[in-house]
């Protein structure tokens, strides 16, 4: 009876956890200290810096560095003091990454699919998104309340002697995998995209540079997984939700270009 009552009470915990919401409104469950996460995204990073080559080329050094910080100073206070670290990695991964800790590596992969500085201002300013939404401590705290619920319910199968206990392990799992972890991945995917849109017009890179940008991605085979088993939307559905944000994007776009001193940050070969 005992056992029975554990789920349902470590449920309702996590509810009362999170209410915490992300700057989109929507609600989190954050259950890890932000001191704590940022001692691991240092680690993580650290450890890359020592297995991945660092690009030595200065023009593409400065080309990243002047996007990023472009966007890093129409970020919140808070993430304006924070000394970011922003590395070139030289490896052919289409791809950029931001930590907690202010890590930020962008792969010189990417530079060949963004076009321009606002294609990878689109990029860097959705990856800044994920480390101001705290996408890394929500995430961390599903994957340990999914592996707590799944411990607590195999423990009640095993005292009912279930036969069909193996079955329900399988079955469970998968469940937990398909319908909570990978919908809840591009969750934060979408909203980092919506998010990333926003700074990145404020900062005076075009929106709607964002969607050439998916364009380029999709032409280059990316999003071939089926949605329902992917951790990130396709592009199509990426190009549909960023045009539904784009009027406002643009009203921000515009008001900064009113205002002048438009970013002007020289992409260079790398």
Sequence with gaps: MRTKLVLPLLIASVLLASCTQSPTGRRQLMLFDDQ????????TFEGMKAEVPVSKNKKVNQYVQCVANSLLKHTDAK????PWEIVVFDDDQVNAFALPGGKMGVYTGLLLVADNQSQLAAVIGHEIAHVIAGHSNERLSSDQFISTALSVADGAMTMANSPYQQQ???AFGL??????VLPFSRAHETEADIMGLELMAKAGFVPAESVKLWQNMAAKGSGS?????SSHPVPDNRIKELNKHMAVAESYYQQRRS??????CN???N
Excluded: D, E, F, Y
């Design 267 to 269: 992409k260079a070969s």
């Design 36 to 43: 704590k996460l940022s001692s691991l995204g240092i680690q």
């Design 225 to 229: 997984t089926p949605q329902l088993l």
């Design 259 to 264: 205002q002048g001193a438009l970013p002007n």
């Design 168 to 170: 329900m392990r399988t």
């Design 175 to 180: 469940g937990a995998q398909v319908g909570i």
């Design 79 to 82: 993430w304006q003091k924070t």
